[in-house]
C-alpha cells in the first residue's frame, strides 16, 4: 500500500526513544528519496554528529542535498560509486544494497570509513520513491586493521611440530618460537589441547586422517595465562605409527580476532536496528491506517449530530420530528464517546497508567447493566440474546465492576454487529472451584453466530490499531482499539482470554478469571416452604399455567407465587396473567421474568406484581419471593431505581468555564428543586464562598481546567479560609481529565469526590445525594 504526501518536511520521524536508542549506539538513520541529488528528508541526531554539522548548518549550506555535500567536499569518487550501486539495485528488482566507503566529515581527518546499508521503501514522496539508510561508522575498525596488516608482516611468528593422536591429542615434538613469549610450552603442565581446539580437531579428522592441509583458528594461552588466538596453517609431513605429524605455521591474530567480534556485533546491531525501523515503520503505518479509519468513523456520529441538530430547529413545533432527532442525537454522541474513552484508555494501557480497583463488586449487577445497555442493539437487529448460569454458588467478589463491565460490553458489541439479524448471542457464566477457599474461578463464555473471523486476522485482533480487512465488515465502524483494551485489562487482571472462530459459523470468547470472594455478603437463602408455579418458555406454555392455577384453585391449594415467562409458545406472559386473573379473580402474586426491557409493555401488564430480569439470579429470586410472599422486603424488585431526588432548599455552586456545559449541568439540576448558583472560574467560586454566610452552600461542583485559577487552586484556598464551613462543605470534582493522577490530585487538594465528562446525571444525582 502506498502513502503519498507532497511535503517532505512534515514526514513523521522515528520516536524519540529510537532516536535516542540510536543516538547510544552511534548510529546513523537517514531517510532520503531516490532522485538525482539523493534528497534527504529526515535523519536522527547522530547522523548530524558524524558529519559534524550542525542540522540548520547543514540545511542552510546543502540544502539537504548529499550530492551537493560529497562534491563540495572532493569525494566525488565516493558518489559516483554510491549512485552506481543504487542505480544498480533499482535495475537489478533488489530492494537493499550494501556498501563500505568514505563519508565526509568536517574538520582536519577529511572523512570516515562506514558502511552504508539502505532499504527501499513502497513509501512515495513528491512523487519519488523512499529509501531508508543506516550508516554505522567502521572507520577505527579499518584503521586498526591496516596497522595490523603492517604488525603482522614483520612478526616471525610461531612454527611447531606435532603427532596428531587417534584420541585426537596432540603430542608436540618441537617448537621454534623467536620471541620465546607467545607460548607457555615449557610448563610441564602445558595443554594446548582444551575443549574448543578438541573440537577443531574433531571438524577436521577426516582431512587429517588422509594427511591433507588445514588451516584453522585455535584458542591458546600465552606465557602470562591470557587467551590469545592463532591464525594456523598445518601440512602433513610424516607418519609415526600410523599417526600423522604436522608442521603447524601460526600467526598471532587476537587483535584481529577481536576486532572481527566486534564486526559481527556491530552487523548484528545493524540487523536489529533494521528490524527496529521495520517495526517502527509498521506500528507508524498502523497507526496512520488507524487514525485514517478513525477520522471516517468520528466524522459520521459528528455529521449525524449536525444534521439531526438542524433538522430539530427547522421542525422545532414538530414534538415527535424533534424526539426522533434527539434520540439519534444520543445515540450519536454515545457511539462518539465510546470512541474516545478507546483512545484514552489505550493511551492509558501504553503509558502504564491504567489500574484497575479492587473493590467488593455484585456479578448480577454487572451482568445486569450490560444486559441493559445491549438490549437497544439486540432488539433492533431482532437477535436473541441470553445469558445463563452454570454453578454460580458466590455472587460478591473482589474486582473492578467498571473494567469487567467494559470488557463484556466490548466483546458482546462486537458480536452484535457482526452476527446478522434473527441470529443468536449466547452468555454462559460458570464459578469453578479452585483449591483456595478464598478464590473461585469465573468463566465466561461468549458465543454468536455471526460472520466469523478469518483464520489470518486471529492472531492479531488483540493488536492495538487493527481491524480485519474484509468486505463484510469495512462499513463497521469502531476505533480498532476495544479488542486490545479488553486483552489488557484481563491481564491485569490475572486472567486469560481466548477465542476460537470458523467464517461463517460464528465466534467464541472465552474469558477465565480467578476472583477473590467477599465472605462478608454470603447469604443464606433458606425460606420456608412456600408453593410456587414456575413456567419457562422452553418447557411449557402460557394454556398449561392458566390450567394448573385453575386446578390448584379448586382444590383450594392455591399457589403463593406464580412465575411466567414473557415469551412463550402459544400465548405471552401478559396475555397468561389476563386469563389466570378473569378465571380465578384472586390475589395470587404473579411475576414476569423477561430478558427484555419490561418498561414497553408495563402500560399493557395489568394484574402483574413484578417483572424479575434475565439472568435471574439466586439473590434476586430469593429477595422477590420474600417481598410478594413474605411480605418482608420492601425493596423495588421491578428493576427500577428511584432517581427522583429532591433538593429543595439546598443551594448548590456549579463552577464551569464553558457556557454551554454549565447550562447543561444547572439544567440536569433544576429537576431536583436545588437552588443552583454560578461561577464561571475559581477566582469567582472563591469571591462568592468568601462573601456569603456560613454554611449558605451545601455542596460546590467544581471544574477543574478553568481560566484565572483552576480547580484545584479554588479547592485548596477555600479549605484554608477562617471559617467553619470551608473545611466540611463537601467538593466534587467535575472534569474529563480520568487517569488514577488526576483522582488522587483532586483528593489531595481538599475535593470529596470526582465527576468524569460527559456528566451522567444518575451518577451526579447519587454523588450529590450521598454528600448533602
Not at 478464598?438 to 466469523?452: A, Q
Request: with cysteine.
Amino acid at each position: 500500500m502506498e502513502h503519498n504526501t507532497n511535503e517532505t518536511d512534515k514526514s513523521l520521524p522515528l520516536s524519540e526513544e529510537y532516536n535516542n536508542l540510536m543516538g547510544t549506539m552511534k548510529v546513523s538513520v537517514s531517510k532520503h528519496l531516490l532522485d538525482e541529488y539523493f534528497t534527504t528528508v529526515w535523519a536522527n541526531d547522530y547522523y548530524y554528529d558524524l558529519i559534524g554539522y550542525p542540522k540548520d548548518e547543514y540545511e542552510v549550506k546543502f540544502k539537504n542535498r548529499p550530492d551537493i555535500y560529497y562534491k563540495k567536499h572532493g569525494y566525488l569518487n565516493e558518489l559516483e560509486e554510491i549512485t552506481k550501486t543504487v542505480i544498480e539495485t533499482i535495475n537489478s528488482g533488489k530492494s537493499d544494497y550494501s556498501i563500505i566507503t568514505r563519508l565526509p566529515v568536517k574538520g582536519k581527518k577529511g572523512h570516515v570509513w562506514v558502511r552504508m546499508n539502505a532499504t527501499f521503501t513502497d513509501e512515495i514522496i513528491n512523487g519519488k520513491q523512499v529509501s531508508y539508510t543506516v550508516i554505522t561508522n567502521i572507520d577505527d575498525l579499518v584503521q586498526t586493521q591496516k596497522t595490523q596488516l603492517i604488525t603482522t608482516n614483520n612478526l616471525p611468528g610461531l612454527i611447531f611440530k606435532g603427532i596428531i593422536k587417534n584420541d585426537n591429542e596432540l603430542e608436540l615434538l618441537d617448537v621454534q618460537d623467536k620471541n620465546d613469549k607467545l607460548l607457555n610450552y615449557k610448563n610441564e603442565h602445558y595443554n594446548m589441547m582444551s575443549d574448543f581446539n578438541r573440537q577443531i580437531i574433531k571438524n577436521h579428522l577426516i582431512d587429517i586422517k588422509a594427511g591433507n592441509h588445514i588451516r584453522f583458528l585455535a584458542k591458546l594461552k600465552d606465557n602470562n595465562g591470557e587467551n590469545i588466538w592463532m591464525q594456523i596453517n598445518a601440512d602433513c609431513i610424516d607418519w609415526i605409527r600410523e599417526e600423522p605429524v604436522y608442521l603447524f605455521v601460526c600467526i598471532d591474530v587476537t587483535d584481529l580476532t577481536d576486532l572481527r567480534e566486534m564486526q559481527t556485533k556491530l552487523e548484528k546491531q545493524s540487523i536489529e536496528l533494521q528490524k527496529a525501523l521495520k517495526e517502527a515503520k509498521n506500528a507508524n503505518r498502523a497507526k496512520s491506517e488507524f487514525l485514517s479509519s478513525m477520522s471516517h468513523d468520528i466524522r459520521t456520529p459528528m455529521n449525524a449530530i449536525m444534521g439531526m441538530t438542524e433538522i430539530a430547529q427547522m421542525n422545532i413545533l414538530n414534538t415527535d420530528k424533534v424526539n426522533d432527532c434527539l434520540k439519534k442525537i444520543s445515540i450519536s454522541g454515545q457511539h462518539l464517546l465510546g470512541l474516545i474513552n478507546d483512545v484514552l484508555d489505550m493511551s492509558k494501557i501504553e503509558s502504564g497508567k491504567m489500574t484497575l480497583r479492587n473493590d467488593s463488586a455484585s456479578l448480577p449487577e454487572v451482568l445486569e447493566n450490560v444486559v441493559s445497555i445491549l438490549q437497544p442493539m439486540v432488539k433492533s437487529r431482532e437477535q436473541s440474546f441470553s445469558i445463563r448460569i452454570r454453578n454460580l454458588v458466590h455472587e460478591d467478589f473482589y474486582f473492578d465492576a467498571l473494567r469487567l463491565r467494559q470488557c463484556f460490553i466490548n466483546i458482546l458489541s462486537n458480536a452484535t454487529k457482526f452476527t446478522p439479524e434473527k441470529g443468536s448471542i449466547t452468555v454462559d457464566v460458570e464459578e469453578e472451584y479452585t483449591g483456595d477457599p478464598d478464590y473461585s474461578k469465573l468463566i465466561f463464555t461468549f458465543t454468536d453466530t455471526g460472520i466469523g473471523i478469518k483464520e489470518e486476522f486471529l492472531n492479531n485482533i488483540f493488536d492495538s490499531f487493527t481491524r480485519e480487512k474484509d468486505g463484510r465488515v469495512d462499513k463497521t465502524e469502531g476505533s480498532g482499539l476495544g479488542m486490545a483494551i479488553t486483552k489488557k485489562i484481563v491481564d491485569i487482571m490475572n486472567g486469560t482470554i481466548e477465542v476460537k472462530s470458523k467464517v461463517g459459523m460464528g465466534t467464541t470468547f472465552i474469558v477465565t478469571l480467578p476472583l477473590k470472594i467477599d465472605k462478608n455478603k454470603i447469604k443464606d437463602y433458606t425460606l420456608p416452604n412456600i408453593n410456587v408455579l414456575v413456567v419457562a418458555e422452553w418447557v411449557d406454555s402460557g394454556k398449561y399455567a392458566v390450567e394448573k392455577v385453575i386446578k390448584a384453585h379448586d382444590e383450594k391449594k392455591d399457589f403463593d407465587i406464580v412465575i411466567l415467562d414473557w415469551m412463550m409458545p402459544d400465548q405471552d406472559g401478559i396475555e397468561t396473567v389476563k386469563k389466570i386473573r378473569a378465571s380465578i379473580n384472586d390475589d395470587i402474586p404473579i411475576l414476569i421474568i423477561s430478558a427484555y426491557d419490561w418498561s414497553e409493555i408495563e402500560n399493557e401488564a395489568v394484574g402483574v406484581n413484578g417483572f424479575l430480569q434475565k439472568p435471574l439470579f439466586r439473590s434476586t429470586l430469593y429477595r422477590a419471593l420474600n417481598k410478594y410472599v413474605l411480605k418482608t422486603n420492601e425493596e423495588d424488585y421491578l428493576g427500577r431505581k428511584t432517581n427522583n431526588y429532591d433538593f429543595t432548599n439546598k443551594n448548590i455552586l456549579l463552577v464551569e468555564d464553558n457556557e454551554l456545559n454549565r447550562d447543561i449541568a444547572a439544567e440536569l439540576l433544576s429537576i431536583t428543586k436545588a437552588n443552583i448558583e454560578c461561577a464561571s472560574n475559581g477566582k469567582e467560586c472563591l469571591d462568592m464562598f468568601k462573601s456569603c454566610e456560613e454554611n449558605y452552600y451545601d455542596i460546590i461542583l467544581m471544574d477543574i481546567q478553568m481560566p484565572v485559577m483552576n480547580g484545584y487552586e479554588a479547592t485548596k484556598l477555600i479549605r484554608n479560609l477562617e471559617r467553619k464551613d470551608s473545611k466540611t462543605i463537601p467538593i466534587l470534582a467535575m472534569t474529563a481529565d480520568v487517569f488514577s493522577e488526576d483522582i488522587h490530585a483532586a483528593k489531595t487538594a481538599g475535593m470529596n469526590g470526582h465527576l468524569s465528562k460527559p456528566l451522567n446525571s444518575s451518577i451526579m444525582m447519587k454523588e450529590i445525594n450521598k454528600l448533602i
